[in-house]
């Protein structure tokens, strides 16, 4: 497995192995990719798994994990907010609390439907 057959593979398409893939990675200089928290989140979740290397784009693919979540953060934002539990008291410690709640409560959502899966 010399590095100018891998790279001949990699430019042709040709298939290759999960080894061939990571000797590849390391040849090749990344371009840093600047995700938001949630592609940040899927990659380290994709990281431990071991099965980053096998989405084809992934920067494409993280990119829109953050565009689903920021999406799914708008929408369930506004339908908790409007929701008798979570109406706004005027007290400003309650308020707080309130906000607090309607944010773990979205981002465990995000996470389960999004990150872990």
């Not at 593979?9 to 080894?19: F, H, I, L, R, Y």
């Not at 990344?30 to 949630?38: A, N």
């Amino acid at each position: 497995m010399n590095k100018a057959e891998i790279l001949r593979k990699a430019q042709s398409d040709e298939g290759m192995t999960v080894a061939e893939i990571k000797l590849y990675q390391t040849m090749v200089e990344q371009k840093p990719q600047v995700y938001g928290k949630w592609g940040t989140l899927k990659l380290q979740y994709l990281k431990e798994k071991d099965i980053d290397w096998t989405i084809a784009n992934l920067p494409e693919y993280l990119h829109s994990i953050d565009k689903q979540a920021d999406s799914m953060y708008e929408t369930m934002y506004a339908k908790l907010s409007a929701s008798p539990q979570f109406k706004k008291t005027g007290e400003f410690m309650k308020d707080l609390q309130i906000e607090a709640e309607i944010k773990n409560r979205i981002d465990e959502e995000i996470l389960n439907e999004l990150i872990y899966v």
